[in-house]
Nanobody, 119 residues
Framework: QVQLVESGGGLVQPGGSLRLSCATT????????MGWYRQAPGKQRELVAA???????NYADSVKGRFTISSDNAKNTVYLQMNSLKPEDTAVYYC?????????????WGQGTQVTVSS
């Protein structure tokens, strides 16, 4: 089992910054990959950024150059630094962990944190 606890969401003006945190109850070293997804009203959940246990990163085209995903292995925490925020970044952001379980990959999700970008 992996529990994920997100924090750091809120209301910010366009052009502002926020940092999301996702703390896990399991060592990051034992997790294949962690990522941030978001879901806006009426839209499907989409991948924002991901980082593997080998520190490889992947970003959605819409956030490249503005968002940065990182991990602190000592704190078992993954961060999403969001800069130059736009109204279209408004969504509920979910932390995800992928754990290899035998031949399968198991997904775990946090409860979500709201990010609202508005003036």
């Amino acid at each position: 089992q992996v529990q994920l606890v997100e924090s750091g969401g809120g209301l910010v003006q366009p052009g502002g910054s926020l940092r999301l945190s996702c703390a896990t109850t399991r060592s990051i070293f034992s997790i294949y990959a962690m990522g941030w997804y978001r879901q806006a009203p009426g839209k499907q959940r989409e991948l924002v950024a991901a980082i593997t246990s080998g520190s490889s990163t992947n970003y959605a085209d819409s956030v490249k150059g503005r968002f940065t995903i990182s991990s602190d292995n000592a704190k078992n925490t993954v961060y999403l630094q969001m800069n130059s925020l736009k109204p279209e970044d408004t969504a509920v952001y979910y932390c995800n962990a992928q754990v290899i379980a035998g031949p399968a990959v198991r997904d775990y999700w946090g409860q979500g944190t709201q990010v609202t970008v508005s003036s």
